[in-house]
Antibody, heavy 118, light 108 residues
Framework: QITLKESGPTLVKPTQSLTLTCTFS??????????VGWIRQPPGKALEWLAL???????RYSPSLKNRLTITKDTSGNQVVLTMTNMDPVDTATYFC??????????WGQGTLVTVSS | SYVLTQPPSLSVAPGQTARISCGGN??????VHWYQQMPGQAPVLVVF???DRPSGIPERFSGSNSGNTATLTISRVEAGDEADYYC???????????FGGGTKLTVL
């Protein structure tokens, strides 16, 4: 059974950095073609893809957020970490991580709401 | 970058067929995936690779993709199908991944 769970701060101040951790089980991020991605959703708005990291450590980033995002993996610890710098109130959203295989996001975490406010 | 266009909303009576479109330039050449999102919940994959269904998804959910439009079809719509639906593709080498703007399905 594949599960993913996001963790991190629920409140961040403007200009601070956000670090989120996705802890997963039921699969290995060293398996060919497997990846873990991050997606966010501002309240009442659409899904927005953020970043993706592959089994071979190849990485992809949203073009509009590329300069603010870093994605890393700890294969042995079954975790993927997303860091977003210079947070702003418009970054208030629920952040999801998802197991991705051959472009498909088969399994999603429950999401974690992050509020950016002073 | 690549853009996917969905109608913001669609209303269908119970028992009827809902067709949710997802437009993109030559989208027929890409694999399209569809997600259902209930209020306050994470998205759930309902169709992948244009027309395949994950295990546990009812046969009422089907997909097609040709030319500049992909379509998610929900037959015999039920009240429990009321949700937001998103299409998703990967641009070249998933650089980047793209979601449509979502369609809110209302069951009358």
């Amino acid at each position: 059974q594949i599960t993913l769970k996001e963790s991190g701060p629920t409140l961040v101040k403007p200009t601070q950095s956000l670090t989120l951790t996705c802890t997963f089980s039921g699969f290995s991020l060293s398996t060919t073609a497997v990846a873990v991605g991050w997606i966010r959703q501002p309240p009442g708005k659409a899904l927005e893809w953020l970043a993706l990291i592959y089994w071979d450590d190849d990485k992809r980033y949203s073009p509009s957020l590329k300069n603010r995002l870093t994605i890393t993996k700890d294969t042995s610890g079954n975790q993927v970490v997303l860091t977003m710098t210079n947070m702003d109130p418009v970054d208030t959203a629920t952040y999801f991580c998802a197991h991705t295989s051959l472009t498909v996001m088969h399994y999603w975490g429950q999401g974690t709401l992050v509020t950016v406010s002073s | 970058s690549y853009v996917l266009t969905q109608p913001p909303s669609l209303s269908v009576a119970p028992g009827q067929t809902a067709r949710i479109s997802c437009g993109g330039n030559n989208i027929g050449r890409k694999s399209v995936h569809w997600y259902q999102q209930m209020p306050g919940q994470a998205p759930v994959l309902v169709v992948f690779d244009n027309s395949d269904r994950p295990s546990g998804i009812p046969e009422r959910f089907s997909g097609s993709n040709s030319g500049n439009t992909a379509t998610l079809t929900i037959s015999r719509v039920e009240a429990g199908d009321e949700a937001d639906y998103y299409c998703q593709v990967c641009d070249i080498n998933c650089d980047p991944v793209v979601f449509g703007g979502g369609t809110k399905l209302t069951v009358l």
